[in-house]
C-alpha cells in the first residue's frame, strides 16, 4: 500500500521553538511518534520526550479522540493522517517529514507510554559513534515488567518467523523503539502499513546490507495498554501474511 501523503495536514506548533528547558544537546534528532486514539497517555508521553529532545513529530494516524489536541498541548509538531492508515504508515509519514526537516538521526517512540525516554541515548551512541545504521530497541535483551505469557509467547513467536525469514539473529522484531541514521532512514521503505512492518524492517535492513545493533530497553506494560496493544489474533495474522508474501513472490 502507497502512502496517502495527500491526506496529510500539518501544523507547527506556536510553541515549536525549544524553550530553555528543552535539551539542545540533541538538534540533528528527530523523534518520530506514532500516534492512534492515544489522547489518555500521549500526554505524559510528550512531556516526558519534550524534556529531552527539541524535535518531536507526532503522527496522529486518523485518532477519533482527542489525540490532536492533547498533540498541540506541547511544543511538537503535529501530521495528521485524516483516516487511520496503520502503524508503518504513520512511521513512513514521520520518518519522510524527519528527513525533510534535515534530520541526522530518526528515533521512532510509541505514543502510548510503553517506551523509557531515557532509553533513546543508549540507542543514539552506536549511531554518532558510527558502529551501526540503525540500533533496534530489545525488550529481551532488557526488560519488560508486566509482559503476560500469551503476550511473551506471541512475541517470541514473531521472532522466530523473522530470524527464519531474514536470516538476523534479532531477539525481539516488534518494538517500536529504534533509531536510524539519516541514510539508513533514506533507504527503509515501509510499505505494509499496518504492525507487519516491524518483520518488514528488519528485511529491508538485510536486503539494504546495514549494519545494525539491538540495544537493551524496558517496555512496561499495564492493563490499558494490554487491552489496547495488539492482541495475539493480529499476531498470528501478521506471521500469515509474511508465509503468503513468501509463497507468492
Ligand atoms: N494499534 C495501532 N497503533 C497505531 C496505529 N497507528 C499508529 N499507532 C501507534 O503505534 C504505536 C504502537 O501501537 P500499540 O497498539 O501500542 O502496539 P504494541 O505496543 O506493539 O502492542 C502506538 O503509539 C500507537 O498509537 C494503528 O492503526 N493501530
Ligand atoms: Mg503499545
Known sequence: MSLAKQNLAQHAM??????????????????????YNEALRL????????????NVVVVDDGSTDATRTVAMGHGVWHLRHLFNCGQGAALQTGIDF??????????????????????VARLLA???????DIA???RFLGSAPGLPWSRWLMLKLGVLFTRLFSGLPVTDTHNGLRAFSHD????????LAGMAHASEIIEQIRQHRLRW?????????DEETLNKGQSSWNGLRIVARLVMGRIVR
Open 14 to 35: 506556536p510553541g515549536a521553538t525549544p524553550s530553555s528547558s528543552i535539551s539542545s544537546g540533541a538538534p540533528d534528532v528527530w523523534v518520530v511518534v506514532p500516534a
Open 43 to 54: 500526554d505524559a508521553t510528550l512531556a516526558a520526550l519534550g524534556s529531552h529532545y527539541r
Open 98 to 119: 524527519a528527513l525533510r526537516q534535515g534530520a541526522r538521526i530518526v528515533v521512532t517512540f510509541d505514543a502510548d507510554g510503553q517506551h523509557q525516554v531515557e532509553d
Open 126 to 132: 552506536p549511531i554518532r559513534a558510527g558502529r551501526a
Open 136 to 138: 533496534l530497541g530489545s
Open 184 to 191: 539508513a532512514a533514506a533507504r527503509i521503505r515501509i510499505t
Open 213 to 221: 545493533c539491538e540495544v537493551p530497553v524496558t517496555i512496561r506494560y
